[in-house]
């Protein structure tokens, strides 16, 4: 019996927190599985045991709601089968909704391809001890076959076709959490978690996607079904209710600092994406990225909210893109143009009337402090968000509504040379209201939170290419931004944050597994 693909936490509670592993087993059948939650990294000191059964069914995978925990504490937890243990892996519970907090620190990451490179954004996070939670925005994985999107040596994905039904899916998985730094993350830090597209397949929406082909893929509601259901399995998210794989949207409390509205912008209630850049239909009402319940869940999360700070977490980018005053002279500008030409419609600019709701909401409420996170393009930017940003002598001189943070993809590609410079040049010229473009470097942000402010620090890899550089960052690119409390306009530029690793270091490497059996501390 084996554990082969680590251990994970995630949806941390002030009570309760998901804790998941998947079990190889010897042979078909059940298996009787243990947990162990303590206070020590040697699991001397348990607090807690819990019983659980890998089936067949559930690919082996086991997820266990760890409840009856205390508040704002760190644990650490292994699973055992038989003499079998685990890795260690080390999680913690959020404060108690309401209580004082006056700082948190978390990672925010998306769109790691596996055969495009080694995960070297990962090993970086995990290396960041002191970090409360990671944030994962969607694209945990990508559905093509090898060759079709990425063709790193010796990363090739399984299977080796596109992923289409149950097993594909499953197996996929599988073979991106034998990743060591993918490992390393989960095994460090709880992690909150939504899909994107590509963990079904390109391009999807509510009834349908791009990438997928019913004349020879099959039914897209069947394809759906079986990638939510593989991803619930092998993510430590916990269900609305048993077998529920479809509902996603769901809310968090970090005691009286933040509250973290997640949302499905992807595969709940989106309608198909408009192939037109900048089709007037996109201001449609009857276009609409989340459904009517989802909108409802986080317009009363905003207004509700007793917070510090109000964090949405979600996959496609909210603030506008002005493309069409973008000048096309040169073979980069073209080129710069037919990138963000073919993602534009895919974001909340192709679903404008929406996109005005939850501003309309956010003003008419005087509700602040709004920072929206954003993952899907696999670059980084900063902006002010604004009904009308294009209109220079309106919005742009009132307080912003809200600001928001895309992240850079962990190893998928952004822009090509020549026109990832120029975005950075031009897209601010033409969208004051974007402060920050990068548009290529492979990296993640580290969200700092104070009750003065929120400050994203976006770091880069050095390289996603060499083994020995994984973990290292490329320090003359880091760029910090940052909001003040009551008032959402960017700063940017100020000092990075200090760690707190006082309070939350963990010895990393992981210590390897202690020699002592959940029997032997328990007698």
Known sequence: MRFDHGVASGDPLSDRVMLWTRVTPEADGDVPVTLTVATDQAMLQPVAVYMSTATEDGDYCVKIDADGLQPDHWYYYQFSVGGERSPVGR????????????????????????????????????????????????????????GEYGDFPERDPLPPQEMVTLADYRQRHAQYKTDDDLQALHQQFPMIAVWDDHESTDNSYRDGAENHQPLTEGDWEARKAVSQQAYFEWLPIRPREPGNYSVIYRQFQYGDLIDLT?????????????????????????????????????LDSLSQSNAQWRFIGQQVMFGQLNIAELPSLTEDQAQLRSNLSAINMDQWDGYAADRLKILNHIDDNNIDNVVVLTGDIHTSWASEIYRNPSSLLGDLFDKPLAAEFVTPAVTSPGFPDGAAELAGILIPVVNPHIRYVEAKSRGFILVDVTRARAQAEFYYA???????????????????????????????DGPVSRPRTLRTAFNYPPLPLNAVTVNEVLS
Request: hydrophobic residues 35%.
């Open 462 to 492: 050095q390289s996603i290419e060499s083994f020995d550089l994984r973990g290292q960052i490329d320090n003359s690119k880091t760029k910090v931004v940052s909001v003040k409390s009551g008032d959402s306009r960017l700063i940017e």
């Open 91 to 146: 999680t913690r519970t959020f404060p108690a909704s309401g209580s004082f907090i006056d700082r948190a620190r978390f990672a925010v990451v998306s769109c790691a391809n596996y055969p495009y490179g080694f995960f070297s954004v990962y090993r970086a996070v995990a290396e960041h001890a002191d970090l409360d939670f990671v944030l994962h925005l969607g694209d945990y994985l990508y559905e093509y076959g090898p």
């Open 262 to 298: 997640m949302l499905d912008t992807r595969l709940e209630g989106r309608d198909e994406q408009l192939t037109v850049p900048l089709d007037p239909a996109r201001n449609s009402e009857d276009r609409h990225l989340i459904s009517a319940d989802q909108m409802d869940f986080l």
